[in-house]
Nanobody
Framework: VQLIESGGGSVQPGGSLRLSCAAF????????MGWFRQVPGREREFVAA????????LYSDSVKGRFIISRDNRKDMVFLQMDRLKPEDTAVYYC???????????????WGQGTQVTVSS
């Protein structure tokens, strides 16, 4: 499956962004989906995940209560609503697809190219 992220950009601390990820090629609704982020020189970090139906979600402690992951299986898309953004949220954000609801990158089989999010005043 091919994944394409969009919605990144620059925002001030306290602001909001909504990331989108469009899936192409295979049955989107059969995959659990995740968002990860990476800062240069550091390992890729888990952000959030959602199961195939949207009924179960996982969040990292660093974003819990501020970010919401959702999906629309009719449109083959997954979203990440990011509120109350902080400078430490600055990273390249990646969308990924897996056959299990997981928080480790090794469980994900397909990855997007990433979209930059910058939080700065």
């Amino acid at each position: 499956v091919q994944l394409i992220e969009s919605g990144g950009g620059s925002v001030q601390p306290g602001g909001s962004l909504r990331l989108s990820c469009a899936a192409f090629g295979q049955t989107f609704s059969s995959y659990d989906m995740g968002w990860f982020r990476q800062v240069p020189g550091r390992e890729r970090e888990f952000v959030a995940a959602i199961n195939w139906s949207g009924g179960r979600t996982l969040y990292s402690d660093s974003v819990k209560g501020r970010f919401i992951i959702s999906r629309d299986n009719r449109k083959d898309m997954v979203f990440l609503q990011m509120d109350r953004l902080k400078p430490e949220d600055t990273a390249v954000y990646y969308c990924a697809a897996s056959t299990s609801l997981a928080s480790t990158e090794y469980d994900y089989d397909y990855w997007g190219q990433g979209t930059q999010v910058t939080v700065s005043s």
